[in-house]
């Protein structure tokens, strides 16, 4: 069974704290592994895709990195308006998706 | 506008009631689908659809129904809603085989 699981739950951090976030995923036949960010009350609003091990993607002060057993979200500096839940999901096809239930970031001015 | 759009954005209803949410997507994309949001679980798949007049459940498919005519809309219906399918429901497009999805805004739906 495909199984995504997101560390930590929660992350507290002072404006300009780097940290990371981690996403496990057992998964046979990874297609890719998508980053989300969901705002309170929103839908999720995609930030990356990995396809392969050691491939990295960056966006402002978002940068994605992905290992055969897990993906890591890196924020740098972050500031309050980085404040969301992020969510990584785990694709092995279009319909066969499984999402893990999300890191809730709060970022502290 | 274009996007995907879900109606209504709230709604309550009594068990055993029937309920259709609404999504709608400009892209023309082939792929749609919905997913249910709840506290401790990540998004799971209720039915997708590769295609007008295509649908196939996914991980949690009961007492749910859909239907795709046409390529832009989405329509699930509870058919006799109960308490265990208050959550959040997403719908969410593709534009292709192995490509982000684009999520609705979602439904809150509250069965009392």
């Known amino acids: 069974e495909d199984q995504v699981t997101q560390s930590p739950e929660a992350l507290r951090l002072q404006e300009g704290e780097s940290s990371s976030l981690n996403c496990s995923y057992t998964v046979s036949g990874l297609r890719g592994l998508f980053w989300y960010r969901q705002d309170p009350g929103k839908g999720p609003e995609f930030l990356f895709t990995?396809?392969?091990a050691g491939e990295e993607k960056e966006k402002e002060r978002l940068k994605a990195t992905l290992t055969k057993k897990e993906s890591f979200l890196h924020i740098t500096a972050p500031k309050p308006e980085d404040s969301a839940t992020y969510l990584c999901a785990a694709q092995r096809g279009y319909q066969k998706v499984t999402f893990g239930t999300g890191t809730k970031l709060q970022v502290i001015p | 506008d274009a996007g995907i759009t879900q109606s209504p954005r709230y709604k309550i209803t009594e068990t055993g009631r029937q309920v259709t949410l609404m999504c709608h997507q400009t892209?023309?994309?082939?792929?749609m689908f919905w997913y249910r949001q709840d506290l401790g679980h990540g998004l799971r798949l209720i039915y997708y659809s590769a295609a007008a007049d295509i649908t196939d459940k996914g991980e949690v498919p009961d007492g749910y129904v859909v239907s795709r005519s046409k390529t832009e809309n989405f329509p699930l219906t509870l058919e006799s809603a109960t308490r265990s399918q208050t959550s959040v429901y997403f719908c969410a497009s593709l534009g292709g085989l192995n490509t982000e999805a684009f999520f609705g805004q979602g439904t809150r739906l509250t069965v009392v």
């Open positions: 990995l396809y392969s």
């Open positions: 892209w023309s994309h082939s792929y």
